[in-house]
């Protein structure tokens, strides 16, 4: 069974102190790993999909890394408007992968100005 | 505006009632997806569906019924639900090409409401 496993719960940043996101996954046979930012009462956004390990993906503050194990979103001098929470999903691959997503339950983050 | 839209945004329904959700995509997608959020717990998927045809169905109480007429709209019929099932439910699409590659496109959600 796919498990998605995402540190911290909750992370609160001063604006311009970066940080890292941790997304932990298991999953037989990975189709793709995909980064999503949802605000409240909206649905997720789509920002980065990572397929091989070793692979990055960068887009304004944002970077995301791909290991084996695991993918990591930095967060590079952030602002208040980067608070949402970030949401980390597996696509399982093989002959009978499936095509739907197992998501982690995501890391909140909240920017102060 | 991610291309797929859902209707209510808002429903508040009492256990005997029956309501439905709509969901449509203008994105030519041809596979459409159901999930459940729950306060902090992780997406959970209802159903799938790949050229109308469903073809996932996550254990899910018969008290959900999906309905895909086709490719563009998506259906979700509710009916004599419990208050547990209180949660936004999001709707999704994407393309399912041979490689199965393909990024997910979500809809704002409907915050259901069960009293």
């Known amino acids: 069974e796919d498990q998605v496993t995402q540190s911290p719960e909750a992370l609160r940043l001063q604006e311009g102190e970066s940080s890292s996101l941790n997304c932990s996954y298991t999953?037989?046979?990975?189709?793709?790993l995909f980064w999503y930012r949802q605000d409240p009462g909206k649905g997720p956004e789509f920002l980065f999909t990572l397929y091989s390990a070793g692979e990055e993906k960068e887009k304004e503050r944002l970077k995301a890394t791909l290991t084996k194990k695991e993918s990591f979103l930095h967060i590079t001098a952030p602002k208040p408007e980067d608070s949402a929470t970030y949401l980390c999903?597996?696509?399982?691959?093989?002959?009978?992968?499936?095509?739907?997503?197992?998501f982690g339950s995501g890391t909140r983050l909240q920017v102060q100005p | 505006e991610t291309g797929v839209t859902q209707t209510p945004r808002h429903l508040v329904m009492g256990m005997t009632n029956k309501k439905s959700l709509k969901c449509e995509q203008h994105l030519g997608h041809n596979a459409m997806y159901w999930y459940k959020q729950s306060a902090k717990k992780p997406l959970e998927l209802m159903f799938v569906?790949?050229?109308?045809?469903?073809?996932e169905n996550n254990s899910v109480p018969s008290r959900f019924s999906p309905e895909c007429p086709n490719s563009s709209h998506l259906f979700l019929h509710l009916h004599t639900l419990q208050p547990e099932d209180s949660a936004l439910y999001l709707c999704?699409?994407?393309?399912?090409?041979?490689?199965?590659?393909?990024?997910?496109?979500f809809g704002p959600g409907t915050r259901l409401t069960v009293t």
């Open positions: 999704a699409s994407s393309q399912v090409p041979g490689t199965g590659r393909a990024r997910q496109y």
């Open positions: 999953v037989s046979g990975l189709r793709g």
């Open positions: 999903a597996v696509q399982e691959g093989g002959d009978t992968g499936r095509r739907a997503l197992t």
């Open positions: 569906y790949s050229l109308e045809e469903r073809v």
